[in-house]
């Protein structure tokens, strides 16, 4: 090995912290533009649902008992269960269906 | 605890702080779980398990540490690490421009750093799902909980490999994909756009995971790809009255 790990944890740590802080840190002032300031508010909402699917099939050992989770998650979301509620029933769902799945 | 009561500082920020918390615990959980599977590829490319534990806790990121890792694995030069980080982790520059906006225009840089140091999918999810102006002491919470849970968890999968059954992992991978819905379903409910948005992008991430040129990106890449392009049709077409 040529390169030193701790040189390679050094690089990547500044790269990811520089993408994250300088953003919040140069941007001081309220975007006035209607468009940014409304491509901005989609982006949370957009992002996440890109991130979600079809990633949640993957995540577990069976296609299937992933889309139960979406669907039973996105149900429970739907009529207002909590952050904590729609993440543990989603992980039980997973458990349950993987018992007759795999 | 007294003295902080005493100067003010719990009263004013206690609540967001516990609410953080508690928000952060279902993070913490699926952080560790999926971090624990990342020491995995951690020990394959030779670290320590206190480095594993200092990767984690400054970069917060699985795609961009997983990327990383190989990296390191095939003893890649310094230039490909950095490039690698940059395009697995530019979401997140994205994001940063969302949360700057979410500030108090006054609030301090120090603040700004802190909630900086660690907006992940997650975290900037739920932060971002909050009224504005954003209360850094929310974040602080759920960082509390969450960063130790990744970096931890990093560690003791470089220590201890698969010691966790497949059973369980796949269980409780999904409790992060569970935050994402409970994020953005109650408000694709309320406001028709963004309901349809978000339907859109369902399909849109589905079918670009399956063509032929698409899928062959990152996912990282991917996501930034539709994320910009679908956010920016939905600002063209239904830009937003304050």
Redesign the interface.
């Given at each position: 090995m040529q390169h030193s790990i701790w040189m390679y944890l050094l690089v990547m740590s500044a790269v990811t912290l520089a993408i994250r802080i300088l953003p919040l840190t140069l941007i001081r002032r309220q975007i006035k533009s209607r468009f940014v300031r409304s491509f901005l508010f989609y982006v949370p909402y957009i992002t996440l649902a890109v991130m979600t699917f079809p990633d949640i099939l993957h995540a577990t050992q069976t296609p299937i008992s992933g889309l139960l989770a979406l669907v039973v998650g996105a149900t429970l979301a739907w009529f207002g269960a909590s952050l904590f509620k729609v993440s543990a029933f989603c992980c039980v769902v997973v458990f349950l269906a993987e018992r007759f799945l795999v | 605890m007294v003295s902080l009561n005493k100067s003010g500082l719990l009263r004013t920020h206690g609540q967001a702080l516990q609410e953080g918390i508690?928000?952060g615990?279902?993070i913490a959980l699926?952080y560790f779980v999926v971090a624990f599977t990342l020491g995995i590829a951690a020990r394959n490319a030779?670290?320590s398990p206190f480095?594993g534990f200092?990767?984690s806790f400054?970069?917060n990121?699985s795609a961009?540490?997983y990327a990383?890792f190989t990296?390191?694995a095939a003893?890649?030069?310094?230039l490909e690490?950095?490039l690698i980080?940059?395009v697995a982790?530019?979401?997140?520059?994205?994001?940063?421009?969302?949360?700057?906006?979410r500030?108090a225009?006054d609030a301090s840089?120090w603040h700004?750093?802190f909630?900086?140091?660690?907006?992940t999918?997650e975290i900037?999810?739920?932060s971002?799902?909050r009224p504005a102006p954003l209360d850094p002491y929310y974040n602080y919470g759920a960082m509390s909980v969450a960063l130790p849970g990744w970096s931890v968890g990093t560690a003791l999968g470089i220590v201890a490999g698969n010691a966790l059954p497949?059973?369980?992992v796949?269980?409780?991978?999904?409790?992060?994909?569970?935050?994402?819905?409970?994020?953005?379903?109650?408000?694709?409910?309320v406001n028709r756009?963004?309901g349809a948005?978000?339907a859109l992008?369902?399909v849109?991430?589905?079918a670009a995971?399956t063509l032929p040129v698409l899928s062959e990106l990152s996912?990282g890449t991917?996501?930034i790809l539709?994320?910009v392009l679908?956010?920016?049709i939905?600002?063209?077409k239904?830009?937003?009255d304050?």
């Amino acid at each position: 090995m040529q390169h030193s790990i701790w040189m390679y944890l050094l690089v990547m740590s500044a790269v990811t912290l520089a993408i994250r802080i300088l953003p919040l840190t140069l941007i001081r002032r309220q975007i006035k533009s209607r468009f940014v300031r409304s491509f901005l508010f989609y982006v949370p909402y957009i992002t996440l649902a890109v991130m979600t699917f079809p990633d949640i099939l993957h995540a577990t050992q069976t296609p299937i008992s992933g889309l139960l989770a979406l669907v039973v998650g996105a149900t429970l979301a739907w009529f207002g269960a909590s952050l904590f509620k729609v993440s543990a029933f989603c992980c039980v769902v997973v458990f349950l269906a993987e018992r007759f799945l795999v | 605890m007294v003295s902080l009561n005493k100067s003010g500082l719990l009263r004013t920020h206690g609540q967001a702080l516990q609410e953080g918390i508690r928000d952060g615990m279902p993070i913490a959980l699926g952080y560790f779980v999926v971090a624990f599977t990342l020491g995995i590829a951690a020990r394959n490319a030779g670290l320590s398990p206190f480095q594993g534990f200092l990767a984690s806790f400054f970069n917060n990121a699985s795609a961009g540490e997983y990327a990383a890792f190989t990296v390191i694995a095939a003893d890649s030069p310094y230039l490909e690490m950095a490039l690698i980080t940059l395009v697995a982790n530019a979401r997140y520059l994205l994001m940063s421009c969302v949360l700057s906006q979410r500030f108090a225009p006054d609030a301090s840089i120090w603040h700004r750093i802190f909630v900086g140091f660690d907006v992940t999918d997650e975290i900037f999810g739920i932060s971002a799902a909050r009224p504005a102006p954003l209360d850094p002491y929310y974040n602080y919470g759920a960082m509390s909980v969450a960063l130790p849970g990744w970096s931890v968890g990093t560690a003791l999968g470089i220590v201890a490999g698969n010691a966790l059954p497949a059973a369980a992992v796949s269980a409780l991978s999904v409790a992060l994909y569970g935050m994402f819905l409970a994020i953005i379903i109650p408000p694709a409910r309320v406001n028709r756009v963004v309901g349809a948005f978000v339907a859109l992008a369902f399909v849109a991430s589905f079918a670009a995971s399956t063509l032929p040129v698409l899928s062959e990106l990152s996912g990282g890449t991917r996501t930034i790809l539709l994320t910009v392009l679908l956010a920016g049709i939905a600002a063209v077409k239904y830009p937003r009255d304050e």
